[in-house]
């Protein structure tokens, strides 16, 4: 039988071939991006702390802040579950609080779209008020008002290595290749500009 290739979800302990991004490194260039902006503020909407990638997404968030230089505040940390419901539920929680931020990281980009939609229903603006990234780069980012900063995960080359590793392992099990981590790229759009003093 042809074996299971994982793409992108993963958890470590399960031996099946994987493709997928580093996440780590995703959440910190877009961190870092904000902070190269001049906030030094910075909240984050997570995925679910249960899975892999939101916790490898969140070490990223972090790392990405300390390279900055910058603190790193719980209290602007709220966890999400990836869709846009949670999205807007995040960012209403984090501008309930009372904690000032001016840019927001999401961990994928229905959450940071549901987010957008939150401040705007605040009276408040993005990127004026509040920068917004997310990660993802899914296909209506480009689109929404104003366009989504995102990191962009290949997807087409994920499902060609996901295909070739399939086919790989179906021919030698033993010398196929056990995991593929791809490049990511950071696509700046309107939703993200330096912080105004």
Same mark, same amino acid.
């Given at each position: 039988?042809?074996?299971?290739? &994982?793409?992108?979800?993963?958890e470590?302990?399960? %031996? ?6 580093n996440? &780590?490194?995703? +959440? ?6 904000? +902070? ?9 909407? $997570?995925?679910?702390?249960?899975? =892999?990638?939101? =916790? !490898? ?7 990405? &802040? ?6 790193? !505040? !719980? %209290? ?11 999205g807007?539920?995040?960012?209403? =929680?984090?501008? %309930? $609080? ?27 603006r993005?990127p004026?008020?509040i $920068? ?6 899914m296909?209506?980012a480009?689109?929404?008002?104003p366009?989504l ?18 086919? !790989?392992? +179906?021919?030698?099990?033993?010398g196929?290749?056990?995991?593929v981590?791809l490049?990511? =790229? ?9 912080l105004?003093?």
């Amino acid at each position: 039988p042809l074996p299971i290739v &994982l793409a992108c979800e993963y958890e470590v302990g399960i %031996d099946q071939p994987r493709v997928r991004i580093n996440d &780590l490194e995703a +959440a910190a260039d877009a961190a870092a991006h904000l +902070a190269a902006l001049g906030h030094k503020k910075i909240a984050c909407i $997570s995925g679910p702390s249960s899975q =892999r990638m939101s =916790r !490898d997404r969140q070490r990223g968030f972090r790392l990405g &802040l300390r390279r900055s230089g910058l603190k790193i !505040d !719980d %209290d602007l940390i709220v966890e999400g579950d990836y869709s846009v419901q949670s999205g807007v539920a995040g960012a209403n =929680r984090l501008l %309930d $609080s009372g904690v000032k931020f001016t840019a927001l990281f999401c961990e994928n980009d229905e959450m940071a779209l549901g987010a957008i939609h939150a401040i705007a229903a605040r009276g408040l603006r993005v990127p004026e008020d509040i $920068s917004v990234t997310g990660i993802d780069n899914m296909r209506f980012a480009e689109f929404s008002n104003p366009g989504l900063t995102t990191v962009a995960l290949p997807t087409t080359q994920i499902g060609e290595e996901a295909m070739r590793l399939m086919l !790989d392992f +179906a021919l030698d099990p033993d010398g196929a290749r056990r995991e593929v981590i791809l490049p990511h =790229r950071l696509i700046v759009r309107g939703s993200t500009a330096p912080l105004v003093s």
